[in-house]
């Protein structure tokens, strides 16, 4: 058996979040299944209070609108996304044992090779066998294998028997582009305007690992930005001098390649930073990780390498946290231009545009077609009026193919010939107020899991309290999922205990997280709360009953175990002060008396 200093650091939180109730393997009385996850009471309300600080950041401050939009959407949707042609993993199975896992992540922990997840499927059969890799559970070996690609998603089935087919949504987004026709009037058809959303998402994971950082079932944050690329710009002023630390794609590749320490300001204008709006989110992003209590010398900006960036990206970054000596992505930024939108319009049934009006009316030359139906109508049969839409369709994309005498249209997949004559084709003038345009999309996606699992990392701390080992979470009070515990010192005086509920019923009624202990001592009391990252205890004595400070209490502050002694009276408002940064615990020493740290008892 392992002791603690032998454990890594992903042990020592899989143990610790076990033990405090933050998270735990799933379904354990029927043997529990791989890459699911059950968030106990803490960690329950850890990750809820990190939803909250999101939303107050990137829904509330930045004036967006929050949708919740189903976790089951019809096999259509994923068919114009993208997700059923392109949503895959590459899997090799081990042909002794059977074990499927995920081929690029073998080569990536087996080797120097850091981006095999963007290596085309013959180069990653040829790093296995050039690698000699092995099947990690029966060693069996892997070279000449082949290597499939998997498609992610769950699929399931809409109603009863097998006639509409559905998919568990692999991302939030969807829901946030399917819905657009109806979610611009509800911003009055006027850019730009974001929408985010908060939810869980699936994906059907190979091989899931590394504890909640990858599984198959998880809660994502998402805000899909839509602009006019021609007339919006981001507030980019208000993040200008936010420093970051960047890993770019040109540094990835370098032989000597290293972080560029920058500011958001200075990585837009030199081009580092490819776009405004991208430099403006993650400025943003810097800020929002630095409150909840990201370590900000533990966190950077990766740059995606090309064959990472999906296709329709013209530009992506992903904040990474390290923990356990591994870089994990916790959210990405990614210009994704028109092409969700233009997407849904191509297959689904609604307008994905807006009409953007001019500041001055203009006056504008248009091909048109006015087809003689007299004529078309006995030549094409049923087909004439499908013929003529594909005309104007054509006369406004491409006005060149009416210059002969015939011109080419497909209906039905059928190439059908119309004599220009017949078409009434012709130029006109036309004043114009506006014109419909399709949105882009710049998307910031925030992984709340990941950022859980990363806050407990970088939270984490040992230090020595009595001549004892003492384990505690520096967690903002931002997030920490109890705020305040209260404790009458000695758990069999009733004055002690009443006064102590009292405390804790006026905590409540304020709005604060509060746990009531009166079980051993008060220092393991302590311990029990600073190992679940509580930031304040309160202790109920008979010095502040009795003695010559009464309608007193201590209040202890967990990273340093300093205490002073206020009254009741000011106790919820001080919390709150505090909470808010209104002002500092340490200066609460100019107004109360401190009190000497020390396992009191009586």
């Not at 189903?70 to 199975?93: K, N, Q, R, Y």
């Not at 919820?572 to 100019?590: K, M, P, R, W």
Request: aromatic residues 8%; hydrophobic residues 35%.
């Amino acid at each position: 058996m392992s002791t603690k200093e032998d454990q890594t650091e992903g042990e020592r939180l899989a143990e610790l979040a076990k033990r405090r109730g933050f998270f735990f393997g799933s379904n354990g009385a029927y043997g529990g299944v791989a890459g699911f996850y059950t968030f106990g009471p803490q960690g329950a309300a850890l990750k809820s209070n990190i939803e909250a600080a999101w939303r107050e950041r990137f829904t509330v401050r930045e004036g967006n609108y929050e949708i919740e939009a189903p976790t089951i959407m019809p096999e259509p949707v994923f068919e114009a996304s993208g997700h059923l042609d392109g949503f895959d993993d590459m899997l090799v199975e081990c042909p002794d044992c059977g074990t499927a896992h995920r081929a690029d992540h073998l080569i990536e922990d087996a080797t120097d090779v850091e981006d095999a997840e963007s290596a085309p499927i013959e180069e990653v059969e040829d790093l296995i066998i050039e690698h000699n890799l092995v099947c990690p559970q029966c060693q069996a070996t892997l070279g000449g294998e082949p290597v499939d690609s998997f498609n992610l998603m769950f699929e399931t089935n809409i109603g009863p028997g097998s006639a509409s087919s559905g998919y568990l949504r692999p991302e939030t987004a969807q829901g946030i582009f399917v819905e657009f026709p109806q979610i611009k009037q509800y911003a009055r058809n006027t850019l730009p305007f974001g929408v985010t959303q908060i939810g869980r998402a699936y994906r059907n994971e190979i091989s899931p690992r590394k504890r909640i950082v990858r599984t198959r079932e998880f809660t994502q944050a998402e805000l899909e930005q839509f602009i006019d690329p021609e007339r919006d710009e981001p507030a980019l002023d208000e993040v200008a001098d936010i420093t970051v630390t960047l890993y770019s794609a040109r540094q990835q590749q370098a032989d000597d390649g290293d972080y560029i320490e920058t500011t958001v300001g200075e990585a837009v204008e030199s081009g580092l930073i490819g776009d405004g709006w991208i430099g403006y989110f993650i400025g943003i992003a810097q800020e929002w990780y630095e409150t909840i209590g990201v370590d900000t010398d533990r966190f950077r900006f990766r740059q995606h390498l090309s064959g990472e960036r999906a296709h329709y990206a013209t530009d992506c970054w992903d904040a990474e946290s390290e923990v356990d000596g591994d870089w994990i992505e916790i959210a990405g930024f990614a210009y994704r231009g028109e092409y969700d939108l233009s997407k849904h319009a191509e297959y689904g049934d609604d307008e994905f545009s807006i009409f953007q009006e001019y500041e001055e009316s203009k006056t504008v030359e248009r091909a048109v077609v006015d087809p003689d139906m007299s004529v078309l109508g006995p030549k094409f049969g049923s087909q004439a009026g499908e013929i003529k839409t594909a005309l104007e369709t054509l006369a406004e994309r491409n006005p060149d193919a009416f210059s002969e005498e015939t011109v080419d249209v497909s209906v039905d997949g059928e190439i059908m010939t119309v004599d220009v004559e017949e078409t009434n084709f012709h130029i006109e003038s036309k004043t114009v107020n506006g014109e419909h345009i399709t949105p882009h999309v710049i998307e910031p996606s925030f992984g709340i899991d990941r950022t859980v699992y990363t806050l407990l990392a970088h939270g984490y701390r040992e230090d020595t309290v009595d001549n004892e080992t003492r384990t505690y979470l520096s967690l903002s009070t931002k997030v920490a999922p109890t705020d305040v515990g209260v404790f009458p010192l000695i758990s069999n005086v009733e004055q002690l205990v009443e006064q102590a509920k009292d405390i804790v019923s006026e905590l409540r009624a304020a709005g604060l997280s509060v746990v009531a202990d009166d079980s051993g001592s008060i220092g393991r009391r302590y311990r029990r709360q600073d190992e679940i990252g509580t930031p304040f205890c309160i202790t109920v004595d008979r010095d502040g009953i009795e003695g010559t400070d009464p309608d007193t209490v201590t209040i202890r502050q967990r990273d340093t175990g300093r205490q002073v002694r206020a009254p009741i009276a000011v106790v919820t408002e001080l919390i709150q002060s505090v909470q808010s940064d209104e002002i500092i615990f340490d200066n609460l020493t100019d107004a109360y008396d401190a009190v000497e740290w020390a396992n009191k008892s009586e």
